[in-house]
């Protein structure tokens, strides 16, 4: 059957609201959780100057200057349904079910039907996939954006290929990278492609390889260049806040780091977070024949096809490689879907019961999401973020109802989620002395402030797991704390000690934890909001 018959059978009208309806389902517990970390630092900051003032560029915090879509696009949603985190989320899941359509779109074009099911399963279900879903980053709509630009590419439908990907980078500027390697991979000599293909339908075919100069691969470059001339136009700065460009571009390339950097890259596109179980399936899968089914071969991914996958996920690893502060995951998520398409289909043309080998792939991701892996990762990229949250809540709305008028030291994101409510962990500002982090030296450095603070708020910056990989290797630690901004927090007690206070709050879950600290001075404070309760009794 045809790709273009599938599609009839399956109907965008009939798919979207599905894939909407599933992820709402799975996402129903956390839609009502308050902002984290990015969210609250910058994305949902500069959409609510988007929504006040109609500016795109921000002013409540210093601008990035990440394309304005998202931002304009959750704008123009709170104004419609009203600004609560709830809505954002949900938003959110709208721009996750399209990018899944995108990706089931794109795995049926280029396989079939069962390959496009399956791909659409495991990318639903592989944890940076499902907890971007609903979180108010860029990445996740870059990324969604990009599939329907591929699969515009891959239909050969300049045009919309032309659309799909402008759109793209003014999502996220870093969606260009996928039109560039396509346009490059396009641009090379015959003799440095593959010679033959295999068509979707499972007959030989060749390819035409020959150079092809794909300019519209290129016009992307157009919007992104507007836009960053409107943002220097307004600010004077074409990249975003010179702290912002020396952390993610200039700090960033070293030789060593790089290298150490690209091996990150390639382990998140191939083994993170339980990966590893597909690409090993299918690494042992190439090592048995075909399938035939009543005499041709299941097919295959046509070469050609196969290849621009590629170029654009070495594409992806090596400029993260080279940009990029802090390594996340998320700044992947163009090309997690492209591995676990390839893989599929593989699995699907060589193992009889590749049906069953999918399942428990999708199950290992799930299992992902809940148990934090043996080594260090970023929250963001399972459910520990809500084990966050969560935490965060409990303390803040200790310190609000204990402390209301104490000034608090502690670090971001907890200074942006005390001082400013519609973030949703208090409900009125608090006074905040801001540190970097809670390492031995920024704690000691925070006794000379003594006289600024009442109460310290004190968490984990960061996963540790209980038994990390390579604890015993002092040159990775050693390249971690100078490339990769890795510290160690100092625990509640030993903080209290260290600051002179006491205790007087502290939970931890899974390795996450938060605390309280009371100092010297802080009953003055509290006197004080006494008394301003008692003068404004009703507020």
């Known amino acids: 059957m045809s790709p273009a018959t599938d599609s009839r059978r399956y109907p965008t009208a009939l798919l979207f609201p599905l894939f909407f309806l599933v992820l709402f389902a799975l996402h129903a517990p956390l839609l009502h959780l308050p902002y984290f970390w990015d969210e609250a630092?910058?994305?949902?900051?500069?959409?609510?100057?988007?929504?006040?003032?109609?500016?795109?560029?921000?002013?409540?915090?210093?601008?990035?200057?990440?394309?304005?879509?998202?931002?304009?696009?959750?704008?123009?949603?709170?104004?419609?349904?009203?600004?609560?985190?709830?809505?954002?989320?949900?938003?959110?899941?709208l721009l996750a079910a399209f990018s899944l359509l995108g990706v089931f779109r794109l795995a049926q074009r280029v396989a079939n039907t069962e390959v496009a099911v399956g791909s659409a399963i495991c990318t639903a279900l592989y944890p940076v996939f499902f907890s971007q879903s609903s979180l108010a980053h860029l990445d996740l709509a870059a990324a969604g954006l990009t599939f329907w630009g591929m699969l515009a590419y891959v239909k050969d439908r300049r045009l919309a290929t032309a659309i799909w990907f402008s759109l793209a980078v003014l999502t996220k500027e870093t969606a260009i990278l996928a039109p560039l390697a396509l346009f490059f991979w396009e641009a090379l000599p015959q003799g440095l492609k593959p010679g033959l293909g295999m068509a979707t339908g499972g007959t030989a075919e060749a390819v035409p390889?020959?150079?092809?100069?794909?300019?519209e691969l290129l016009v992307p470059i157009l919007p992104l260049a507007l836009w960053y001339s409107y943002h220097y136009l307004r600010t004077g700065f074409v990249f975003g806040?010179?702290?912002?460009?020396?952390?993610?571009?200039?700090?960033?390339?070293?030789?060593?780091?790089?290298?150490?950097?690209?091996?990150?890259?390639?382990?998140?596109?191939?083994?993170?977070?339980?990966l590893y179980f597909l690409t090993l399936a299918t690494l042992l899968a190439m090592g048995r024949p075909p399938i035939k089914d009543s005499n041709p071969e299941r097919p295959r991914i046509a070469l050609h096809t196969q290849f621009a996958f590629l170029s654009v996920i070495v594409t992806y690893a090596l400029a993260m490689a080279v940009v990029g502060g802090a390594v996340l995951a998320r700044y992947m998520l163009p090309v997690f879907p492209l591995v676990i398409i390839i893989c599929v289909s593989t699995l699907r043309r060589r193992v009889q019961k590749w049906r069953v080998v999918v399942?428990?792939?999708?199950?290992?991701?799930?299992?992902?999401?809940f148990v934090n892996p043996p080594y260090g990762f970023s929250i963001e990229d399972n459910l520990a973020y809500r084990d966050y949250i969560r935490l965060h809540q409990g303390a803040e709305n200790f310190l609000e109802a204990r402390y209301p008028m104490a000034r608090v030291l502690t670090a971001w994101p907890a200074s942006d989620e005390l001082s400013r409510p519609y973030l949703g962990y208090?409900?009125?500002?608090?006074?905040?002395?801001?540190?970097?982090?809670?390492?031995?030296e920024q704690l000691l450095s925070a006794t000379d402030l003594r006289s600024k603070f009442d109460v310290a708020l004190v968490f984990s910056t960061k996963y540790e797991p209980p038994h990390p990989w390579f604890e015993r290797w002092h040159q990775w630690q050693q390249w971690k704390t100078e490339f990769f901004g890795y510290?160690?927090?100092?625990?509640?007690?030993?903080?209290?000690?260290?600051?002179?206070?006491?205790?007087?709050?502290?939970?931890q879950h899974k390795n996450q934890w938060v605390g309280v600290i009371e100092v010297e001075g802080v009953e003055e404070a509290r006197a004080i909001s006494r008394h301003e309760n008692a003068r404004h009794p009703f507020e």
């Open 41 to 93: 630092g910058y994305y949902v900051p500069a959409a609510r100057d988007v929504l006040h003032t109609g500016s795109l560029i921000p002013h409540s915090t210093l601008s990035n200057a990440h394309p304005p879509l998202v931002m304009a696009y959750l704008a123009l949603t709170w104004k419609i349904m009203g600004f609560a985190p709830v809505v954002t989320r949900t938003a959110m899941l």
């Open 241 to 274: 806040n010179p702290e912002f460009f020396r952390y993610n571009v200039q700090a960033t390339v070293q030789p060593l780091r790089i290298l150490l950097a690209l091996g990150l890259r390639l382990w998140q596109v191939l083994g993170y977070l339980n």
């Open 487 to 507: 510290h160690r927090d100092v625990p509640p007690a030993a903080a209290a000690q260290i600051l002179g206070g006491q205790l007087v709050y502290q939970t």
């Open 359 to 369: 399942g428990i792939v999708a199950l290992t991701f799930a299992a992902a999401l």
């Open 209 to 215: 390889f020959q150079r092809s100069w794909r300019a």
């Open 426 to 440: 208090v409900t009125r500002p608090m006074r905040v002395v801001r540190i970097e982090d809670f390492t031995a």
